[in-house]
């Protein structure tokens, strides 16, 4: 039976992930920092859609450990799908290098350290599938979350070209752009309703992306439209504009 495994796996997405993938008989690697949920969500999946589900220990931040803990898993899982993130706060990130590198760190250098040794072995073995969820923020810069969607921003140039690197090993891999999501993440945050996706769209339009081997995906299509203007809006006017 095929495994699949979630890093991040404590998040209203990756749970919602989790659920999907295991109704439809996906074992279930669940990796995160708070092993105690995680044992907590394993159990019920157990229970609920009768898969094998591990709670493991693992810290986006911790980039020395990710070879290891890659290298632990027995068996190897045939999708990854990496969903960690942290939004963080703009005005901090600007003026406190702490939360800046936090922010960094936990949307791309932490993604690409754990998912250099997934693609090694998915390459290795012509087989598997890594998903990447990234963000449509990091499509053009804009002065209230710049810090955030310039890490996506590598973050989605890093799936591109591990993307097309891999292809020819039959490894395929998807970029996910959500754009609004009702998460504990955005929690207190005013969005719009039409422009937001709930996790289960989310985790819905994954599975699909791995069925149908989609390169990239907007969770909500007229997402693909707004940025499609938005990268198109001459500098000049763009700079000047609050966004």
Partial sequence: MSYVLILGATSDVAVACAHEFAANGYNLYLAGRDTGTLNILASDANIRHRVEAKALKFDALQSDTHQSFYESLNPKPDVTICVFGLLGDQQRSE???????KV?????????SVLNAVANHYEANKSGVIVGVSSVAGERGRQSNYIYGSAKAGFTAYLSGLRNRLTKSNVHVVTVKPGFINTRMTEGLKLPKPLTAEPEHLSKAILKAVKKKKDVIYVLPVWRLIMLIIRNIPEGIFKKLKL
């Fill in 104 to 112: 960094i760190h936990s949307n791309y250098t932490g993604a690409v």
């Fill in 95 to 101: 003026h406190n290098w702490t939360d800046c590198e």
